[in-house]
């Protein structure tokens, strides 16, 4: 299932909303040119960790890893990346949107088995 391309849609609109949940976070954080800083900034650097630490031939992704990383580290990045984005939500007062993100992120990896299964083994 982890390879779907609905499966596959889903984690990219997940990534988008994660994304724009982190630049939210960042926009209610300050006032000022640190809003603008934190808006954009953090979501870019979240973006450019995404594509850069991957598995080598990673069938959910294009098969390029720019920075080879071991299959358990990049789960755990993508976890932490889904749980920070939830977290920012909820820190920001969006407890609504932070329980549907954190709850659709959830089904997507019990969904994604045998994607984690071939994770775990690299």
Known sequence: MGSNPINLALRFILELVALY???YWGWT????GMRFLLALGLPLLAAVLWGTFAVPNDPS??????????GIIRLLLE??????ATWFLFDAGQFLW???????????YLISYDRIGWLLKR
């Open 61 to 70: 992704r294009s098969g390029k890893a720019p920075i080879p990383v071991k």
């Open 21 to 23: 949940a982190i630049g």
């Open 29 to 32: 954080q300050h006032e000022g």
């Open 98 to 108: 932070g329980r549907i993100l954190g709850v659709i992120v959830l089904v997507h």
């Open 79 to 84: 976890l932490t990346f889904f749980a920070l």
